[in-house]
């Protein structure tokens, strides 16, 4: 197999010369008439709306070459596939849009057949630009086409290798939805993400300890007022979340975390064991970390604020390329399962891990898909459009199951790749204030009081009863 290398600094294969690619290309568009005046004025002036949005790919050559390096805006990352026809890369652009141009941005590994294909939906594409005689480099197209999702669907590689892209740039107009946004009160703007390295810290995290408390087929999030419209969750934290349930609602139930003024609902789809539901038994840890390399900035969840992680219809390979994905399903000796495992090497439980986004655009609470108002960030580094640092919730899960015979295990949703979870902030607002300054911003290692037992001169945010001094 020929050396692969990491692409950040170096590329591997020889990056093509974007200014003569460019004029080329401009003299095919006159040649052609594809670039009349009134063409290129309307795509010159359509901005870029393809930077940071959620992007899934059809393979990945391996985890040094992600889907999402084509919209982070480094030119020196990319994502590169399997060595297979056909592939795919998809940009999901949160919304309809009017797509008046596309720049493709290939490495050596190009391909010499693809279709740029829209699709609302995600399921029906159709084709806004097609070539069977492509020769790479940087390739800017005038487009004209709509939908909240665009694709680059290759079908001949000009290589032996895979199918690699530096940048995949979409231009256009995005409609905004008039419902579906809840606006942030006071919204957080002028924000600069941070580019600082504070003193080095092995830790700067916390846990929440909570209980499974309840199964309903539910979602306050997804279908708020519709009770019964849901598949099957489990519900932690929050002893009243149900389909009604409203910052007011949860603030005022009980809860099942250690910490009392943790009242925020976490919930994902039930495991079942054929028509049997599995709940997780005893406290679960639910970690609130830093994701970004100045762990000084992050800041505490605004009240209210809701989001979802992963997603219900992804597919094996959404599942394993997302930037939330840790480990996977695990159990005994088995790690990085894509799908639940049907054995259990050495026995134990069933564990997953799973990742939030953590970088806030600072306007809204919610959006309509329950995703745009929340990105990851890239590099150690939030985004431009989602400059805020707030704590990184990673889901670490663990399910009694009977690894005598596991083949009945499923997810509400489907395989364990349908994996998601919900978040609904309710926390006292002091209590989280205390718990993310004392043990994220500070740089430790806390357990649900906020404690350190690496380093016990820094004492604990809460008391023994888990609450504020």
Same mark, same amino acid.
């Not at 204030?433 to 806390?446: D, P, R, T, Y």
């Given at each position: 197999?020929?050396?692969?290398?990491?692409?950040?600094?170096?590329?591997?294969?020889?990056?093509?010369?974007?200014?003569?690619?460019?004029?080329?290309?401009?003299?095919?568009?006159?040649?052609?008439?594809?670039?009349?005046?009134?063409?290129?004025?309307?795509?010159?002036?359509?901005?870029?709306?393809?930077?940071?949005?959620?992007?899934?790919?059809?393979?990945?050559?391996?985890?040094?070459?992600?889907?999402?390096?084509?919209?982070?805006?480094?030119?020196?990352?990319?994502?590169?596939?399997?060595?297979?026809?056909?592939?795919?890369?998809?940009?999901?652009?949160?919304?309809?849009?009017?797509?008046?141009?596309?720049?493709?941005?290939?490495?050596?590994?190009?391909?010499?057949?693809?279709?740029?294909?829209?699709?609302?939906?995600?399921?029906?594409?159709?084709?806004?630009?097609?070539?069977?005689?492509?020769?790479?480099?940087?390739?800017?197209?005038?487009?004209?086409?709509?939908?909240?999702?665009?694709?680059?669907?290759?079908?001949?590689?000009?290589?032996?290798?895979?199918?690699?892209?530096?940048?995949?740039?979409?231009?256009?107009?995005?409609?905004?939805?008039?419902?579906?946004?809840?606006?942030?009160?006071?919204?957080?703007?002028?924000?600069?993400?941070?580019?600082?390295?504070?003193?080095?810290?092995?830790?700067?995290?916390?846990?929440?300890?909570?209980?499974?408390?309840?199964?309903?087929?539910?979602?306050?999030?997804?279908?708020?007022?519709?009770?019964?419209?849901?598949?099957?969750?489990?519900?932690?934290?929050?002893?009243?979340?149900?389909?009604?349930?409203?910052?007011?609602?949860?603030?005022?139930?009980?809860?099942?975390?250690? !910490? @009392?003024?943790?009242?925020? *609902?976490?919930?994902?789809? +039930?495991?079942?064991?054929?028509?049997?539901?599995?709940? #997780? $038994? %005893?406290?679960?840890?639910?970690?609130?970390?830093?994701?970004?390399?100045?762990?000084?900035?992050?800041?505490?969840?605004?009240?209210?604020?809701?989001?979802?992680?992963?997603?219900?219809?992804?597919?094996?390979?959404?599942?394993?390329?997302?930037?939330?994905?840790?480990?996977?399903?695990?159990?005994?000796?088995?790690?990085?399962?894509?799908?639940?495992?049907?054995?259990?090497?050495?026995?134990?439980?069933?564990?997953?891990?799973?990742? !939030? @986004?953590?970088?806030?655009? *600072?306007?809204?609470?919610? +959006?309509?898909?329950?995703?745009?108002?929340?990105?990851? #960030? $890239? %590099?150690?580094?939030?985004?431009?459009?989602?400059?805020?640092?707030?704590?990184?919730?990673?889901?670490?899960?663990?399910?009694?199951?009977?690894?005598?015979?596991?083949?009945?295990?499923?997810?509400?949703?489907?395989?364990?790749?349908?994996?998601?979870?919900?978040?609904?902030?309710?926390?006292?607002?002091?209590?989280?204030?205390?718990?993310?300054?004392?043990?994220?911003?500070?740089?430790?290692?806390?357990?649900?009081?906020?404690?350190?037992?690496?380093?016990?001169?820094? *004492?604990?945010?809460?008391?023994?009863?888990?609450?504020?001094?």
């Amino acid at each position: 197999m020929r050396p692969r290398f990491l692409s950040r600094g170096r590329p591997s294969r020889g990056r093509p010369r974007r200014t003569a690619l460019a004029v080329a290309f401009a003299a095919v568009l006159a040649i052609t008439g594809l670039g009349s005046a009134g063409q290129q004025a309307v795509a010159a002036s359509d901005p870029l709306i393809s930077a940071s949005r959620p992007v899934t790919a059809s393979s990945i050559e391996s985890l040094n070459f992600p889907a999402g390096a084509v919209v982070d805006g480094d030119a020196n990352s990319r994502w590169a596939s399997t060595w297979s026809d056909p592939s795919w890369i998809r940009i999901d652009l949160g919304a309809t849009a009017a797509i008046s141009r596309v720049e493709l941005d290939w490495e050596a590994a190009y391909a010499s057949a693809y279709q740029l294909q829209t699709s609302p939906d995600g399921t029906n594409w159709t084709p806004i630009y097609s070539t069977t005689t492509s020769t790479g480099g940087v390739q800017d197209l005038t487009v004209s086409g709509s939908g909240r999702y665009i694709r680059m669907y290759a079908t001949a590689r000009a290589t032996q290798y895979g199918y690699s892209l530096y940048e995949f740039k979409v231009f256009g107009q995005v409609s905004t939805p008039t419902t579906g946004y809840v606006l942030a009160n006071p919204q957080v703007t002028g924000v600069t993400p941070s580019t600082a390295n504070p003193p080095h810290a092995y830790f700067h995290e916390f846990q929440a300890n909570c209980t499974a408390s309840h199964n309903l087929p539910d979602d306050p999030i997804v279908y708020p007022g519709q009770a019964g419209a849901s598949h099957m969750h489990t519900f932690m934290g929050s002893t009243v979340t149900n389909a009604s349930s409203t910052l007011a609602s949860l603030q005022a139930g009980g809860t099942t975390c250690l !910490a @009392p003024g943790d009242k925020s *609902g976490y919930w994902m789809p +039930t495991m079942y064991d054929g028509a049997t539901a599995v709940n #997780p $038994v %005893g406290l679960q840890t639910i970690y609130y970390k830093s994701a970004v390399n100045d762990y000084t900035s992050v800041r505490p969840f605004p009240p209210g604020l809701k989001f979802v992680v992963g997603s219900p219809a992804a597919t094996s390979t959404q599942f394993a390329t997302d930037p939330g994905f840790v480990a996977g399903w695990e159990c005994g000796n088995s790690f990085h399962n894509i799908d639940l495992p049907v054995d259990c090497p050495g026995g134990g439980q069933v564990n997953v891990r799973y990742q !939030a @986004p953590s970088c806030w655009n *600072g306007l809204y609470l919610d +959006t309509p898909d329950h995703k745009s108002h929340m990105a990851y #960030p $890239v %590099g150690g580094v939030c985004p431009a459009d989602h400059p805020v640092a707030l704590p990184m919730i990673e889901f670490k899960m663990a399910f009694p199951v009977s690894t005598a015979n596991m083949s009945q295990l499923h997810l509400s949703s489907g395989r364990g790749f349908s994996f998601h979870y919900d978040f609904f902030n309710a926390w006292d607002v002091p209590t989280l204030a205390a718990m993310v300054n004392h043990c994220i911003v500070g740089g430790l290692q806390c357990d649900p009081r906020g404690y350190d037992q690496n380093q016990p001169e820094k *004492g604990a945010a809460l008391n023994a009863q888990y609450l504020l001094p």
